[in-house]
C-alpha cells in the first residue's frame, strides 16, 4: 500500500473507532446470542490478559467494557456494536486457576461453541500478556483455533511494561510462532492499552474487516 494508501486506510480506521459504540448484548448461554447482523471481531485471551482495557482503548472509552482487577470475572459473551459496521465481541477469559474445574469447563465450551458457530466471524484477537509471551495454554488455544479453522491475529498486552530489548525478544518470538499456525495471521500487533501503543495498527487492521460484509 502506498504512503498515500495508508493514510487514507489510518483515517478512516480512526474514524470508525471514535465513532458511535454500545453494548447490544451480553449473554452466558450459547442459545441466547443475537442474531448476525455485522462483521465480528471476538477478542480472547487468559483472564486478565487486558482484553476489556484494550477494548475501551481501541473505542476511546474508559467503562464500555468493564475492567475488573479479579481474574475470572468477566462471565458472559458481550456485544458492541460499532458505527453500524463492525461487532467486537468480548469473550470470557480462559484459564483462571482459582475457578472450579465444572465453572472453567463451561466458560471454554462456551467461547469455543460460539467460534465454531459464528459465520459472520472475520477473526479473532488472541490476547497475550507481553510479560508472559505464550504460555502453555494460550498454545492450546491456537491449537484449536487451527483445528476450527478459525482466522486469528496474536496481540501482545501491557508492551509498555518492558524495556525495548524485552519487548523485541518477545515480540520476534511470538512472531515465530504466529508463523507456524495455518490460520494465525502473519503481523502480530504489540499494544499498550495505557501508553496507546500500538493501537493504529491494530485499528487499520479490524477497520478492513468492517468492510467484509457478511
Not at 482495557?53 to 456485544?79: D, M, Q, W, Y
Not at 461453541?113 to 472475520?122: P, S, T
Not at 495471521?185 to 501503543?197: D, H, I, N, Q, R
Request: with cysteine.
Amino acid at each position: 500500500m502506498s504512503d498515500g494508501g495508508e493514510a487514507e486506510a489510518l483515517a478512516a480506521a480512526r474514524k470508525l473507532f471514535a465513532g458511535a459504540c454500545d453494548c447490544v448484548w451480553g449473554t452466558g448461554a450459547i442459545e441466547s446470542l443475537p442474531q448476525q447482523t455485522l462483521p465480528e471481531v471476538a477478542f480472547v485471551g487468559r483472564s486478565n490478559a487486558g482484553k476489556s482495557s484494550l477494548i475501551n482503548a481501541l473505542t476511546h472509552r474508559k467503562t464500555l467494557a468493564r475492567v475488573s482487577h479479579t481474574p475470572g470475572r468477566t462471565r458472559e459473551i458481550n456485544f458492541f456494536k460499532l458505527g453500524e459496521r463492525l461487532m467486537l465481541v468480548d469473550l470470557p477469559g480462559y484459564g483462571y486457576a482459582k475457578a472450579s474445574k465444572t465453572l472453567a469447563a463451561e466458560w471454554q465450551r462456551l467461547i469455543f461453541a460460539y467460534l465454531r458457530g459464528r459465520a459472520n466471524l472475520r477473526r479473532v484477537v488472541l490476547l497475550m500478556d507481553g510479560r508472559r509471551g505464550a504460555m502453555e495454554l494460550d498454545r492450546a488455544v491456537m491449537d484449536l483455533l487451527d483445528a476450527s479453522a478459525v482466522s486469528y491475529c496474536l496481540a501482545l498486552t501491557k508492551i509498555d511494561k518492558l524495556l525495548p530489548p524485552e519487548r523485541a525478544g518477545v515480540l520476534a518470538d511470538i512472531e515465530a510462532q504466529a508463523h507456524l499456525r495455518i490460520a494465525a495471521y502473519p503481523e502480530v500487533f504489540a499494544t499498550s492499552a495505557l501508553k496507546g501503543e500500538g493501537l493504529d495498527a491494530l485499528k487499520v487492521h479490524l477497520a478492513a474487516l468492517a468492510a467484509s460484509r457478511p
